[in-house]
């Protein structure tokens, strides 16, 4: 099976930094990556597919980047709705792998 | 607008059985390939089973394999997840999602899940 480690696995940030997260696949995944979004309470949504395509309503300041297995979800000017639980999942085979997540926390 | 139900939840002793439901609307149910994925409390998600469009195929994690099933009815848009033998990690919120419209590695629609409980 196919491990994503996610990193950091929580990160301290205020409104209107550049927010990095990363994640990376045990074994090369092309570009089967997507990232959800999953705030406190409620079901995760999709924000990010195909590694970098931004699902439908999602803002610009959320950007996805590819650097081999190494994967990068970026929030630029974190707004106060974006701390929040953020996962990573590839797609390129089953079982279907989350990443561990990162919580985006409140400076 | 897509909407996904699950229902079905509860609390249940080890070695138990339960079955999940998930009502969907919204969308041409019938040609989606469907997925369940639960999160155990304060933790990550984790991906239990997915079935394709026409229930032909099914996938499983290792976690759940020979205990868990998943299946679904075309003709009344649900999908179901029929669990046996459980145990005590087998303890979250179970989420129904569907595939992406254009990519269907991914999930872009999710129900708000179903409590359960595995204890005695």
């Known amino acids: 099976d196919i491990q994503m480690t996610q990193s950091p696995s929580s990160v301290s940030a205020s409104i209107g930094d550049r927010v990095t997260i990363t994640c990376r696949a045990s074994?090369?995944?092309?570009?089967?990556l997507a990232w959800y979004q999953q705030r406190p309470g409620e079901a995760p949504k999709l924000l990010i597919f195909?590694?970098?395509a931004l699902h439908s309503g999602v803002p610009s300041r959320f950007s996805g980047s590819k650097s081999g297995t190494d994967f990068t979800l970026t929030i630029t000017g974190l707004q106060p709705e974006d701390f929040a639980a953020y996962y990573c999942?590839?797609?390129?085979?089953?079982?279907?792998?989350f990443g561990g997540g990162t919580r985006v926390e409140m400076k | 607008e897509v909407q996904m139900l699950e229902s079905g939840g509860g609390l249940v002793q080890p070695g138990g059985s339960l079955r999940l439901s998930c009502a969907a609307s919204?969308?041409?149910?019938?040609?989606?390939?469907l997925t369940w994925v639960r999160q155990a409390p304060g933790k990550g998600l984790d991906w239990v089973a997915s079935?394709?469009?026409?229930?032909?195929?099914?996938f499983y994690g290792d976690s759940v394999k020979g205990r868990f099933t998943i299946s679904r009815d075309n003709s009344k848009n649900i999908l179901y997840l029929e669990m046996s033998s459980l145990r005590a990690e087998d303890t979250a919120l179970y989420y129904c999602?569907?595939?992406?419209?254009?990519?269907?590695?991914?999930?872009?629609?999710w129900g708000q899940g179903t409590l359960v409980t595995v204890s005695s």
């Open positions: 079935i394709t469009y026409n229930g032909v195929y099914t």
């Open positions: 074994r090369p995944i092309n570009d089967y």
């Open positions: 999942q590839h797609g390129i085979t089953f079982p279907r792998t």
């Open positions: 195909d590694v970098s």
């Open positions: 919204g969308f041409t149910f019938k040609t989606y390939d």
């Open positions: 999602a569907k595939t992406h419209s254009t990519s269907g590695y991914y999930f872009d629609s």
